[in-house]
């Protein structure tokens, strides 16, 4: 009995152990973290892994989910245009950039919509309250809104593909996270698309982006000690003030 | 391009642009005796800055620059603190006032189509009052801003027959010490509602309302200003934790140094030269605020924040 359950041990742990490596090098990310410094300009994320030779892939960085509160614009009296309403959006991520290959780049949006990925899986998902009239208009505002801060995008012909062979094929593509990009735990999904649009696979990690140096010193100072925080800025701003002032002094008028 | 990150509005930003912002609403701070939050904070957030982190951080870098504008005006004998405590303490009773009617405008309905039309109004009146005011002025030669009508106005009887006649000297006038304190009150009031220091607002009314020399206006002005600010940067850095210090460095590197050359372009221009140049921008901002309620916007929808 004993022997009996040993084998089953071993042949589990053999398991767990083969699946474990191929869904942490089914792709590879690098950088493994991200750290935001004082330079920090938004920064180049490298995804690369094997597929099938047939299929596809699509390359996604996702945040997590956020609560956030927008204004809408409506026109008034036929005039003028002003604020009509507030809405909450629940459950819509922080961030989502997609990037797809050449085949899967002009495919028509009904059968894009078949995988139900992109904008639409978003849509499905996030709920707007109060409930307005037309939720498809106000999710695309949104999105035009998410997509001129970069925090939204579908990025066409961005997967390449090389040492293509009868069986598989390598793929990598360069994802540009943006400057605006917060803190915090990305999911890196992986999809492998099979020529009849299909989900053959999906694949996920995840990218720790983490605040360091001195934008974190002052992250902690204006939400650990505020009052301190203001009031060090003040100082340091009426001492810039007075140097400069002193600085002028000596060097006179215009006359 | 060197890059900076701004660790609380959560973005990076061009530090040199940056600068230069900071130097050119310096300029106008150190010419007119304005804070340019009218200006600065449009402008932060076309650049990509959260508005209440824009607004939170420009008031911090007010903080700097109208030291350095009322230290210059100061030392030019620009300064009537007398007249600028009196000033400050309404503004501070006003800006109280004012917060309060926020809250029952909002609970009300459409506070933003107040606040937007109360902008526009305010700014086309005193613009366009400046304007041809100072106009007419060049016109018949006159350098400084000229009195009353020799005629006593209803306006100058009612001054004279208030309590508390003090005399302001700086200023050159004499009036009842309750005459700026509630001025102070209604800037206040205007400025809570509008989401800005006042400054555009107070200095007309200094001009017109307590007939002070417009160069004494200017450094009274930044000196009001000062303080002012100092209060909202620590409120907002404590209740609202939106005082972003870096963006507030960049911008005070390039305001100090304007306000500085700001002092003295302003004090190489008439009187009447500095309203019409003021009164020409604040028509330009009005314009652009019409503007923004009368096209359609690309986005319908914006971030909520702030007011």
Known sequence: MMKKISTLLFILCIITFFWGVKNSWSFLHNPREIYINTTFNGADLYVSGEIKNKDSVIVTVIGSDKEEKFKLKGRVWGIFWMTVGHYRFEGAPSIYLMYLPKELSHISIKQFDQLNLGYKEIYNKVKISPAPKNKKELFNEFLKLKQKDRLYGIYKDKVEYSNINSEIKKYHTVIKLPSKILPGIYTIKVYEVSPDLRLVKVDRDNLNIKLTGFPAFISNMAYNHSLLYGILAVIIAILAGVFMGMVFKDRGGAH | ?307
């Not at chain 2, 800005?196 to 200003?225: A, C, D, E, K, N």
């Not at chain 2, 002092?263 to 901002?285: C, E, F, M, P």
């Open chain 2, 1 to 307: 391009m060197l890059y900076m990150y701004l660790p609380i509005a959560g973005n990076s930003v061009n530090v040199l642009l940056i600068v230069g912002l900071g130097v050119f609403v310096g300029l106008l701070s150190g010419i007119f005796g304005v804070g340019g939050g009218f200006l600065m904070t449009p402008l932060l957030i076309m650049f990509g800055i959260p508005p209440t982190v824009a607004a939170a951080s420009d008031s911090n870098q007010i903080v700097g620059a109208s030291t350095s504008g009322t230290l210059a005006h100061y030392r030019l004998g620009n300064v009537d603190i007398k007249m600028g405590m009196l000033l400050l303490i309404g503004g501070v009773i006003g800006g109280d006032i004012g917060v309060h009617v926020i809250k029952i405008l909002k609970a009300l309905g459409n506070a933003d189509f107040l606040i937007n039309i109360t902008y526009v109004v305010m700014l086309g009146f005193v613009g366009g009052y400046m304007f041809i005011e100072s106009l007419q002025s060049l016109k018949g030669g006159s350098v400084q801003t000229k009195p009353a009508s020799s005629k006593e106005s209803l306006y100058v009887k009612l001054m004279k027959s208030l309590p508390f006649q003090t005399d302001f000297q700086k200023s050159g006038v004499r009036m009842s010490a309750l005459v700026p304190l509630f001025l102070g009150v209604f800037v206040g009031i205007l400025a809570a509602i509008m989401g800005v220091g006042g400054g555009f607002i107070m200095v007309p009314v200094m001009v017109y309302l307590l007939r002070m020399p417009m160069h004494v206006v200017v450094g009274t002005s930044l000196f009001q200003i000062l303080f002012t600010c100092i209060n909202v940067t620590i409120m907002q850095a404590y209740s609202n934790h939106t005082v972003d210090f870096v963006l507030a460095v960049l911008l005070l590197l390039g305001s100090t140094i304007g306000a500085q050359f700001g002092t003295r372009i302003g004090k190489n221009l008439k009187g009447d030269q500095l309203k019409i140049i003021l009164a020409s921008i604040v028509l330009l901002v009005m314009l652009k605020m019409l503007y923004g309620l009368l096209a359609r916007p690309d986005i319908l929808l914006s971030y909520a924040g702030g007011h």
